[in-house]
């Protein structure tokens, strides 16, 4: 049995314009430790995010970058409060710019980037992808709590008419001095 070549960590800091001049390929890890914001956001996270990022330019001849990256999370399960594992995949579609002006008058289809100064941090960039991507709602598919307990029943509300009204007895005294 062979075992597949170890994937290598990405750089945490790139420079996007020289990426795309030489139309590199990133193919590449990110620890799963360095994203701070997904760590507190889930439960726990299975191994590091697998990248995937070709660059370039397109047909209008906007600086991009696309691609695909996965990773599997455990989120808290709704239903029943424990963990339930997610696999988020997302493909990438980003078209790099220096300003708010140029990211809005990029194509729909490209997400904007914004590189300021020479580096940008593509950590940052692919853990708000991630966060972009995690469900709203986590549940298991798998029924993991009997609709029975997830209804009411008539039960409660008997045993709320029973409970005797603390007001009753104020009734009562008004009552009393009302003959008077």
Same mark, same amino acid.
């Given at each position: ?42 439960? /726990?996270?299975?191994?590091? %995010? +697998? !990248?995937? =990022?070709?660059?370039? &330019?397109? @047909? *209008?001849?906007?600086?991009?970058? /696309?691609?695909?990256?996965? %990773? +599997? !999370?455990? =989120?808290?399960?709704? &239903?029943? @409060? *424990? ?98």
């Amino acid at each position: 049995m062979s075992i597949p070549p170890q994937k290598s960590a990405l750089p945490r800091r790139i420079d996007a314009r020289k990426l795309v001049q030489r139309e590199q390929q990133l193919d590449g890890t990110v620890p799963s430790d360095a994203l701070p914001r997904l760590v507190s956001s889930t439960e /726990s996270i299975d191994g590091d %995010v +697998q !990248v995937q =990022l070709a660059f370039g &330019r397109d @047909l *209008q001849r906007n600086q991009i970058a /696309s691609g695909h990256l996965e %990773v +599997q !999370v455990h =989120l808290l399960c709704q &239903r029943c @409060l *424990q963990p339930v594992t997610e696999r988020i995949e997302a493909e990438v579609n980003w078209g790099f710019v220096w300003t708010e002006e140029q990211g809005n008058a990029l194509p729909k289809s490209l997400d904007p980037v914004i590189q300021e100064g020479d580096e940008l941090d593509l950590y940052q960039v692919l853990e708000d992808e991630i966060l972009l991507n995690l469900p709203m709602v986590a549940y298991h598919e798998v029924e993991c709590v009997s609709r029975d307990d997830l209804q009411s029943s008539g039960k409660a509300a008997e045993a709320e008419e029973q409970r005797e009204n603390p007001f009753k007895v104020l009734e009562q005294l008004k009552g009393s001095s009302n003959k008077s």
